[in-house]
């Protein structure tokens, strides 16, 4: 290998750290050809999990390796959501969980074609954050999203959109995740037709740690009223000490009765319909 070769090779390891996916599109971007790229796989400097994508040799390939290299790579602002933040966090023990797990991302974009194809037992899924839109546009004026990928955000900052950072692997590397409160919502979006009310109702009960102020603020941005009555009525069947503390005078749960599920009881107070036998529903 000439003297040109060798300084591009020993720039990748510094570009690429071990561990991370780097797509085509980013590799080229930083000067490196695909038919530069095929070589480096022949000669073992690079592997090429799935079509499009290249790691360096090194550790076992992990979900979170692929989340990773989504954020700090590929640009993307898809965070870890819903049930998937929750579960990792320790709070979905009771949950029950079957067969390979499914990995929830929340974010505006779609999913690389290639994140799937990795040999992965867990397989990623999308959730379209449009509820959340009011708090996008806040974090693109604010210049939030820029930032978290040029330079480090305070937890503060995050905080104030239902997002927190969470360290992990050999790099330290502050994977996005929603934060307890944001997590609980993007659950809620997802009753009745992707997620059932009863494990819903389990992650609820385990939630008794809530920040009031910030899921006030969180419950004022939300736009689903589905979403917002469904919270609160499974807070309060849990008799959360934190819901006492929400100020609600600016959060929007729209008017009228709202069915959630056919011969259910309704909420008296949040006027959202819950199973009848929800008291009964056996860990």
Partial sequence: MNKRNSSKLNRLHSLLEEGLLAPTSWLEEQGYSRALLSKYVESGWLVSPARGVYRRPGPQLKWQHVVASLQLLAGSFLHVGGRTALIHRGLGQYVRLS???????????????????????????????????????????????????????????????????????????????????RAMLEVLQDVPTKESVYEADVLMQALGHLRPARVSALLQACASVKVKRLFLALADRHRHAWLAHLDLTKVDLGTGKRMLVRGGKLHPKYLITLPADLDDYAQ
Avoid: C
């Fill in 99 to 181: 067969g390979a797990e499914t990995i929830l991302l929340h974010g505006p974009e779609v999913l690389p074609a290639w994140v799937n194809k990795l040999g992965l037992q867990e397989r990623f899924v999308v959730r379209n954050d449009a509820m959340f839109g009011a708090l996008r546009a806040r974090l693109d004026t604010q210049g939030v999203l820029v930032d978290f990928h040029d330079q480090p955000i305070g937890a503060g900052q995050l905080a104030d959109f239902g997002l927190q950072q969470m360290t992990w692997g050999a790099w330290d590397w502050g994977l996005l995740y929603s934060s307890d409160e």
